[in-house]
């Protein structure tokens, strides 16, 4: 089967204007293999990539892979628990966590549920794990200088405090040594 560029740039682009943000929440697949915490599965057509599907067995998961005639999802719980044949449904909401005055001081799996002991967490709030970093001018200016405890690398490659920055070398050249001791600092 052959594309042409034009076909599928028509196609990407009447998309892209009928985008309107919204998920269906309707949809049921059915898993077609299960392993290694990952499910393959056929039905959910219209998913959208970071969608959160839930399991027959209650199990939830992502969908992280979007393929021809199928889905990847990752399993977010006990995978053991999910059998091929097993529904599988569409949730219209992306991987979020509570957030607040709730959260402090408390330990929380990978889905936001608590697993210290205290009960369940009483957040009003919840925020997508995932969300894309402010612009440069949406954010604060760097003003304060960041002391790395290496003079070499302050006085030749001087660090914002609140500044992104890249470590990289080979291996054993002590990049772990510097975060570590610009940490302490």
């Not at 959160?52 to 892979?65: D, I, K, L, P």
């Not at 021809?68 to 059998?83: A, F, H, P, R, T």
């Not at 995932?130 to 003079?151: D, M, N, S, W, Y």
């Amino acid at each position: 089967m052959k594309f042409k560029a034009d076909e599928i740039a028509s196609v990407i682009q009447k998309e892209i204007e009928d985008f309107r943000g919204e998920m269906q929440t309707n949809e049921v697949g059915r898993v077609l293999e299960v392993g290694d915490g990952i499910a393959r599965v056929y039905g959910l057509s219209a998913a959208m990539a970071g969608e959160m599907v839930e399991f027959s067995s209650g199990v939830r998961g992502q969908v992280f892979n979007l393929e021809e005639n199928s889905v990847g999802v990752i399993i977010l719980g006990d995978y053991k628990s999910i059998q091929e044949g097993d529904e599988v449904k569409t949730t219209g909401a992306l991987l979020s966590v509570p957030v607040g005055d709730a959260m402090i001081g408390r330990v929380v799996d990978a889905l936001g549920n608590a697993i210290d002991g205290q009960g369940p967490i009483t957040a009003t709030e919840t925020r997508p794990i995932e969300t894309p970093a402010p612009g440069v001018a949406g954010r604060q200016p760097v003003t304060e200088p960041l002391q790395t405890g290496i003079k070499c690398v302050d006085a030749m490659t001087p660090i914002g405090r609140g500044q992104r920055e890249l470590i990289i070398g080979d291996r054993k050249t002590g990049k772990t040594t510097v975060a570590i001791d610009t940490i302490i600092n």
